[in-house]
């Protein structure tokens, strides 16, 4: 199937997510479209899927003008595709997500064993082992992206895209999921992968499209370049893909973990039996695929898990901290970057100076004195001025909400506000995630220049390339226990790969 | 600019609920024009319109910043009609039993009496969140029913005069009297109730701003209601602020009944309460959880619950209950204030659950 | 005699918990689709009033009935306007519908019968018809919880109804209007809600009376709550809330304190509130909600 948008123009509020995009995607081709965080790539192929309506513009399908409304319209025409978030009903089966909107049967009776017999069929044609009759919720990852996968199949689809579909993956996961979609295209279907990542659009694609701020600013064939010239594309200038860094000068030990285990408030365990150290002045970076303990151990280590989750014993400087709240750990000196910003990291409506306390909200010079309940807002306005000017915040007004902020920004402001504490212990997890190129250069350099102060910092990312460049070792996790420990300068993402999905390096 | 905005889509919502109004009144067929005329107009005359409408508004008030603070802190609190009824009971239990007190004793006893009485009975759902995660909007409904039994039984059964065919308690010492605000402000006759509460009413707005914009506690209370996780995050103690979020809501219920006992019928009365619980989420939700707004808006439910009674007298057709009506499309119209938004998009309702 | 005064008490719980399983059950496609439905109360007042009152004019139990399930549905869908379309917070909503309810049949009776909040008797002969000393409402209530078991777990809308309320956007993306669903799932809860208020007021009593729901369609919510959103399991929670009231009824003037003394009325009249707290407190912790519940949909945020 050939897809073409023609034209597409979309606002969200003020910001201009497309603006007059001509995208050309070929039949029978597996098309890549890259760009940072918030190029507009996503929000394009939404509008293709029906999922979001553009303001003006036209979408062509096997070169006829066609309205797509809804997904439905997109699913009648023989679109498919897959979000970054799985579009899964978690307590119900394969086969019922799978049926969903398009049921056999009559509307009187739900004939779910034909479906589940369609459902094995498919699986088995290309090479999927789904079992139809397993709940959403207690399959992997990997597994419910080939249930997304199986749900556009199911429906005939003739096109498919794919949003970050390898985010989740480990290397060799990846590996695999590439040979599906080569099998897709033998069956002459289309597929269209939306991703930042360089290497994977160079390994998979035929042709690729480049999106900067909400425009296309490139279509080249894959074999015609490389990606220091896709980067260049993609960010509009020269790009350090490394991080520069002095060698670690390791201090004395700040935090030891020993013989940590977690248990979920479902019973299971999340965190089995680790042990590690962190130092003074080193980075410690934890690696692993999303999901496999990470969040419990930074939650773990910044006191927001109730004790009787926890056991084994976390020591900081010295001291065993494990009945210490989140308060104590905090004045303690331990600071926290959390992983969902959102979720966790601020206070949405709350002001830019009101969120640069938050944590510290109880004493001075939050407060006026020791003792005092009085929020003193003079010493609040000084203080987010303070982390507006070190971490370049935009717009710099500490009146403004938090969530007038850009993502990248709102990053700067809690990352601003934990350097503030001043941390001996920066836990931090997804530092740079939905940030965009400039500031993830300016986060990183952040972080190494703490470092150097001698502050010891726990970092966790889901990117590969993220922890091997920063950290100064890797653990890495699976399945909440450590698989092995590796130096980053000497390791092979391959390497690492298996580590993270159980092997040995 | 803002502001100025933010307060248009109040007064919107209550043009549009009036409009609706209009039309129950025209559809049973009475004339809205004269219903309106006597629903607002009886409540500006001196001193009687002025005097009546401020001591319908006293509870109003109380009530309207009972659940403002507690949706501040992420909770709605629909209980506060069962806990002004405790606390009223309190107050007059106190004022019944301590009868020898001085004034200066015993007035604080009986305002403290009543003002802890709902904060307990207010943290009762709150441990129960806290503790259980049960939903605090079913358990302070039943909370309500709860209350209305218990002291229905106390009065009957332990705090009546005897032979007193009226469900009220036994009066309570003439020292815990507060003054009629008649005796001080010249050609206002003591016979209307308005009362000293209606100072502490106004008082307590001022506190309540000052304690949720001003101090690290209604911090810690605003954060746990924008975004629990994050307050966490913060070291804030969720369960420590639900309990305790519930309690300053239920205090200020309760306060009702300072108004009620020791300012007007200087007794516990059994039913009391004119919806001022359930009025006191329209008037939050109207008066934007803000102490400012809450004012204004128990001053227009004042008005009209002041002029149910001409509009009961003199109309043939409309009774009183028209302003229920009144109310509920006020609150209706508020909750789908993205109506009148461009876009149709609201600013997110406080209090979500 | 112990016999037949248990025997009616089996009677006696069915009738109490008829109501509440038809306003529990239509809270159930409400929720299910993702939207709080705590106007059950008021929407039985809806359909008890208008039970009444259309009986009253037109001397056909059947014309109230139909005309309150109409009602009610209106009044939900209204309600489903304001949360849906203009995203309101579903429990503000809900308690102004719950409001308007105590206004609204008290000046619609204030003009059409010249009373405060009542309507006029009826004749037991306008009253909906029983069968074996059970009102044929009753009867049908057990059928509605067995129809809505297969309609939830055994049709496509059944389905659909499910994911909706448990992931919207999964639903959308699958091609399902999701707004579409819950606009049903609020109007079928205010059919079934209208249906429970009718055999309040042309039913069990004869006669509309001021607030005659009396926290029913909160005690519906609860057992809504306790079981699970699940069809069965939720009957069972209802017929357990009847049961406590039908025993309240039965201990009043017999059951004594040591004393000698009778227990008073307000002590009996707590206990199904309690049994609420108690059961929510003991079983909430084990009981999930749909995971969408009260969160409007907007795919654009």
């Known amino acids: 199937m050939r897809l073409e948008l023609r034209n597409i123009t979309k606002r969200f509020g003020a910001v201009l997510?497309?603006?007059?995009?001509?995208?050309?995607?070929?039949?029978?081709?597996?098309?890549?479209?890259?760009?940072?965080?918030?190029?507009?790539?996503?929000?394009?192929?939404?509008?293709?899927?029906?999922?979001?309506?553009?303001?003006?513009?036209?979408?062509?399908?096997?070169?006829?003008?066609?309205?797509?409304?809804?997904?439905?319209?997109?699913?009648?025409?023989?679109?498919?595709?897959?979000?970054?978030?799985?579009?899964?009903?978690?307590?119900?089966?394969?086969?019922?997500?799978?049926?969903?909107?398009?049921?056999?049967?009559?509307?009187?009776?739900l004939d779910l064993k034909a479906a589940a017999a369609r459902v094995r069929a498919l699986s088995e044609e290309f090479k999927l082992a789904v079992d139809p009759d397993a709940v959403i919720e207690d399959l992997s990852v990997g597994q419910q992206q080939r249930v997304e996968l199986l749900k556009a199949l199911y429906r005939k689809a003739e096109l498919l895209i794919l949003d970050e579909p390898t985010a989740v993956l480990t290397p060799q996961e990846v590996e695999e999921f590439f040979a599906i979609l080569r099998r897709m295209r033998e069956q002459s279907k289309t597929v269209v992968i939306i991703t930042h990542k360089l290497s994977e659009v160079l390994a998979i694609s035929d042709n690729v499209t480049v999106m900067r701020d909400g425009r296309v600013v490139g279509?080249?064939?894959?074999?015609?370049?490389?990606?220091?010239?896709?980067?260049?594309?993609?960010?509009?200038?020269?790009?350090?893909?490394?991080?520069?860094?002095?060698?670690?000068?390791?201090?004395?030990?700040?935090?030891?973990?020993?013989?940590?285990?977690?248990?979920?408030?479902d019973g299971a365990r999340r965190l089995d039996n680790v042990s590690f150290e962190v130092r003074g002045g080193e980075i410690v970076g934890i690696a692993g695929v999303e999901g496999n303990g990470q969040t419990e151990l930074i939650e773990a280590l910044a006191g927001l898990l109730p004790e009787s989750q926890v056991s084994g014993s976390i020591a900081f400087g010295g001291r065993d901290i494990r009945a210490l709240d989140a308060r104590r750990r905090r004045e303690a000196g331990i600071a926290h970057v959390p992983e969902d910003r959102h979720r966790r990291g601020l206070l949405l409506d709350f002001s830019l100076a009101e969120n640069t306390i938050l944590g510290v909200h109880y004493r001075p010079p939050a407060v006026s004195g020791a003792g005092s309940v009085l929020l003193n807002e003079p010493a609040i306005r000084h203080r987010a001025e303070l982390v507006i000017r070190e971490f370049d915040v935009r717009p710099p007004n500490p009146a403004l909400p938090a969530r007038a902020l850009s993502g990248g920004n709102q990053q700067k402001l809690i990352i601003g506000r934990e350097f503030e504490l001043p941390p001996l212990l920066l836990l931090i997890s997804q530092p740079t995630r939905g940030v965009d190129i400039g500031a993830i250069e300016f986060i990183h350099r952040k972080i190494v220049a703490l470092r150097d102060s001698g502050c010891a910092v726990l970092l966790v990312s889901a990117e590969l390339e993220e922890v091997t460049a920063l950290a100064d070792r890797v653990l890495v996790l699976h399945n909440g226990r450590i698989a092995g420990e590796v130096d980053p300068a000497a390791v092979t993402h391959e390497q690492i790969g298996l580590l993270m999905t159980g092997g040995h390096a | 600019m803002t502001r100025l905005r933010e307060l248009l889509f109040p007064l919107i919502a209550v043009l549009c609920a009036f409009a609706v109004g209009a039309l129950v009144v025209l559809f049973i067929g009475d004339s809205p024009i004269e219903t309106y005329r006597l629903l607002l107009g009886s409540a500006f005359s001196w001193p009687d319109g002025i005097g009546y409408t401020l001591f319908f508004a006293t509870p109003l008030i109380f009530t309207g910043l009972a659940v403002a603070v507690a949706l501040r802190g992420g909770l709605l609190n629909i209980g506060?009609?069962?806990?002004?009824?405790?606390?009223?009971?309190?107050?007059?239990?106190?004022?019944?039993?301590?009868?020898?007190?001085?004034?200066?004793?015993?007035?604080?006893?009986?305002?403290?009496?009543?003002?802890?009485?709902?904060?307990?009975?207010?943290?009762?759902?709150?441990?129960?969140?806290?503790?259980?995660?049960?939903?605090?909007?079913?358990?302070?409904?039943?909370?309500?029913?709860?209350?209305?039994?218990?002291?229905?039984?106390?009065?009957?059964?332990?705090?009546?005069?005897?032979?007193?065919?009226?469900?009220?308690?036994?009066?309570?010492?003439?020292?815990?009297?507060?003054?009629?605000?008649?005796?001080?402000?010249?050609?206002?006759?003591?016979?209307?109730?308005?009362?000293?509460?209606?100072?502490?009413?106004?008082?307590?707005?001022?506190?309540?701003?000052?304690?949720?914009?001003?101090?690290?506690?209604?911090?810690?209370?605003?954060?746990?209601?924008?975004?629990?996780?994050?307050?966490?995050?913060?070291?804030?103690?969720?369960?420590?602020?639900?309990?305790?979020?519930?309690?300053?809501?239920?205090?200020?219920?309760?306060?009702?009944?300072?108004?009620?006992?020791?300012?007007?019928?200087?007794?516990?009365?059994?039913?009391?309460?004119?919806?001022?619980?359930?009025?006191?989420?329209?008037?939050?939700?109207?008066?934007?959880?803000?102490?400012?707004?809450?004012?204004?808006?128990?001053?227009?439910?004042?008005?009209?619950?002041?002029?149910?009674?001409?509009?009961?007298?003199?109309?043939?057709?409309?009774?009183?209950?028209?302003?229920?009506?009144?109310?509920?499309?006020?609150?209706?119209?508020?909750?789908?204030?993205?109506?009148?938004?461009?876009g149709g998009r609201g600013p997110g309702a406080g209090g979500r659950i | 005699m112990r016999s037949i005064l248990t025997l009616s008490l089996v009677f006696s719980t069915i009738r109490l918990a008829t109501p509440l399983v038809w306003a529990a059950i239509g809270g159930l496609y409400s929720e299910r689709s993702g939207v709080i439905n705590i106007a059950l109360e008021g929407l039985m007042l809806a359909g008890a009033f208008t039970a009444a009152a259309t009986t009253y004019y037109t001397h056909s139990?059947?014309?109230?009935?139909?005309?309150?399930?109409?009602?009610?549905?209106?009044?939900?869908?209204?309600?489903?306007?304001?949360?849906?379309?203009?995203?309101?917070?579903?429990?503000?909503?809900?308690?102004g519908i719950n409001i308007l309810f105590l206004g609204l049949p008290a000046v619609l009776s204030g003009a059409l019968f010249l009373s405060s909040g009542s309507t006029p008797q009826l004749p037991k002969d306008?009253?909906?018809?029983?069968?074996?000393?059970l009102s044929v409402v009753s009867l049908l209530a057990l059928l509605l919880v067995f129809v809505t078991q297969y309609v939830l777990y055994r049709t496509p809308f059944g389905l659909r109804l499910r994911s909706v309320g448990e992931n919207p956007e999964a639903a959308d993306a699958a091609g399902i209007r999701v707004n579409r669903l819950r606009y049903t799932g609020v109007v079928l809860s205010g059919v079934l809600a209208g249906i429970g208020g009718a055999y309040l007021s042309i039913g069990q009593s004869s006669l509309f009376t001021r607030n005659m729901t009396a926290g029913r369609g909160f005690i519906a919510l609860a057992a809504l709550i306790f079981g699970k959103w699940r069809p069965i399991q939720t009957m069972l929670a209802c017929l357990l809330f009847g049961f406590a009231d039908a025993l309240t009824i039965q201990m009043q003037g017999v059951a004594k304190l040591p004393s000698g003394e009778d227990v008073p009325v307000q002590f009996i009249q707590m206990i199904p509130y309690v049994v609420t707290i108690v059961v929510l407190a003991g079983f909430i912790g084990h009981s999930r909600a749909p995971g969408a519940l009260g969160v409007p949909y907007d795919k654009e945020s």
């Open chain 3, 61 to 95: 139990p059947w014309a109230g009935l139909g005309s309150a399930m109409l009602a009610a549905a209106f009044f939900a869908f209204l309600l489903a306007i304001v949360c849906i379309r203009f995203k309101a917070n579903e429990v503000v909503a809900g308690t």
């Open chain 1, 219 to 265: 279509n080249v064939k894959t074999g015609e370049t490389d990606a220091a010239a896709l980067a260049r594309m993609m960010v509009g200038r020269e790009v350090l893909l490394r991080v520069e860094k002095p060698p670690a000068k390791p201090g004395a030990t700040a935090l030891s973990v020993r013989g940590l285990s977690i248990t979920g408030r």
């Open chain 3, 126 to 133: 306008e009253l909906l018809p029983e069968v074996a000393q």
């Open chain 2, 80 to 342: 506060a009609e069962g806990q002004l009824y405790i606390a009223a009971f309190a107050t007059a239990w106190v004022g019944i039993t301590l009868s020898n007190l001085p004034s200066a004793l015993l007035i604080p006893l009986c305002c403290l009496a009543g003002i802890a009485a709902g904060a307990a009975w207010a943290a009762i759902p709150g441990i129960l969140k806290a503790r259980f995660g049960s939903h605090e909007v079913i358990n302070t409904i039943m909370l309500n029913f709860i209350a209305v039994a218990l002291v229905g039984y106390l009065t009957q059964y332990h705090y009546r005069t005897a032979g007193d065919p009226i469900m009220e308690s036994a009066p309570i010492s003439a020292a815990a009297h507060i003054p009629r605000l008649g005796q001080f402000v010249p050609g206002l006759p003591a016979r209307i109730p308005l009362n000293a509460a209606f100072l502490l009413a106004l008082l307590s707005c001022w506190l309540v701003y000052v304690l949720l914009w001003k101090t690290k506690w209604g911090y810690e209370i605003r954060a746990t209601g924008q975004n629990p996780s994050a307050a966490e995050y913060g070291g804030v103690s969720i369960r420590k602020e639900i309990v305790l979020t519930m309690a300053i809501s239920g205090a200020l219920a309760g306060m009702v009944g300072i108004n009620e006992v020791m300012g007007y019928r200087y007794r516990y009365y059994d039913g009391f309460s004119d919806n001022y619980g359930f009025t006191g989420i329209a008037v939050a939700l109207l008066g934007r959880n803000h102490p400012v707004g809450v004012i204004a808006a128990a001053l227009l439910f004042a008005v009209l619950q002041r002029g149910g009674v001409p509009v009961d007298a003199f109309t043939q057709l409309v009774s009183k209950d028209i302003v229920l009506i009144l109310q509920a499309l006020v609150i209706l119209f508020v909750a789908a204030e993205a109506m009148f938004r461009r």
């Open chain 1, 17 to 109: 997510a497309n603006d007059h995009l001509n995208i050309v995607i070929p039949s029978g081709t597996i098309h890549a479209i890259v760009g940072e965080n918030g190029a507009g790539k996503s929000t394009a192929m939404r509008i293709a899927y029906g999922f979001y309506r553009a303001d003006s513009g036209e979408i062509l399908v096997n070169d006829e003008v066609r309205e797509i409304r809804a997904p439905l319209d997109a699913i009648a025409l023989g679109i498919g595709m897959v979000h970054q978030h799985f579009m899964l009903v978690r307590p119900m089966t394969v086969t019922e997500n799978i049926v969903l909107g398009a049921e056999p049967g009559s509307a009187l009776a």
